[in-house]
């Protein structure tokens, strides 16, 4: 294995050895992590303390491979990322820390499956180029080794979720009420660790309404918001920033206080009219108008708009 680049020994002018010294000490210490028990200045001075230098000299022995490992560093490494054939990539650079052999290893933390993992390397073998695949939404644990020491930051957690699993409690409304609060549940439990987001928005003034996102227990979430105009809105929900399926929704918001009925000679009896007539009178189709009498429908022919 090679060592660590340093300056040519032979090229250092022997009338500098205090600067020669601590040029040595401060890279013995930022990269094999070898403490400075004494000072340059010491180190140089025939009369110093040799059971010091003994003791200072020792930590070369224990901290050297380490310390080289700890020279490597991942990049590009995500704390989340996509489960599924969607390919999760990083880069291992080892430019700092010689030669020697490079490992990763992924695994699954609640059972300890292993995870397949490509690795293309360099033809200096200071690059590594890391590549694999979550199947499963879980956590699992990445740790690369040098040498079979870890290298820095390592090992790390991973979390592996699929917003395609967000699923509606049940069915989101397509009508609603201005100034009436509509509220709904959402099941996360099986798309795995991430955060959930929501943002109601007026698609015609780009505006964003207030809309409150509660966490009830470890896999659901409550959402409600309070629709202030009538037209359409659009709620936008994502679970680790990838939109869930179907998102963005378009809701229609109505206001039955400004609906009016008109009477006609025909009338007959219809169930849920009401309800129907406000999503009818707002599609602006031609329907039936239907309003309420006592505990009896009535209506007639009107052409809504």
Not at 104 to 131: L, P
Not at 190 to 209: F, N, R
């Amino acid at each position: 294995m090679t060592c660590l680049p340093l300056p040519n020994h032979a090229s250092l002018p022997k009338s500098r050895a205090l600067q020669n010294c601590t040029t040595a000490m401060d890279l013995a210490e930022e990269r094999l992590g070898v403490a400075k028990l004494l000072s340059p200045a010491d180190l140089t001075d025939p009369k110093v303390d040799q059971l010091l230098v003994m003791t200072y000299v020792t930590q070369y022995q224990t901290a050297t491979l380490q310390a080289l490992a700890k020279q490597c560093r991942a990049v590009g490494l995500p704390l989340s990322a996509r489960a599924g054939n969607v390919p999760v990539k990083f880069r291992i650079d080892a430019s700092g820390s010689g030669t020697g052999k490079v490992d990763a290893y992924i695994t699954r933390q609640k059972d300890g499956t292993s995870v397949s993992v490509s690795m293309i390397t360099s033809e200096d073998e200071k690059m590594h180029d890391v590549s694999f695949c979550v199947e499963d939404v879980g956590v699992y644990e990445v740790d690369v080794k040098l040498n079979d020491d870890s290298i820095a930051g390592m090992p790390r957690e991973l979390s592996a979720y699929d917003a395609s699993k967000v699923i509606f409690v049940a069915p989101l409304a397509q009508v609603i009420f201005v100034n009436e609060t509509c509220q709904f549940s959402i099941d996360v439990s099986k798309a795995g660790p991430g955060s959930l987001e929501m943002e109601v928005v007026d698609p015609e003034t780009s505006l964003a309404l207030k809309a409150d996102l509660q966490e009830v227990g470890d896999a659901n979430y409550e959402a409600t918001f309070t629709p202030t105009v009538v037209g359409k809105i659009s709620v936008r929900l994502s679970w680790e920033g990838d939109s869930i399926p179907g998102s963005p929704f378009g809701i229609s918001v109505c206001d039955p206080t400004k609906v009016r009925a008109y009477g006609g000679a025909s009338m007959r009896r219809r169930q849920n009219g009401s309800a129907h007539f406000f999503q009818c009178i707002y599609r602006g189709r031609r329907r039936r108008e239907v309003g309420r009498r006592g505990n009896r429908l009535s209506g007639g022919d009107k052409e809504s708009g």
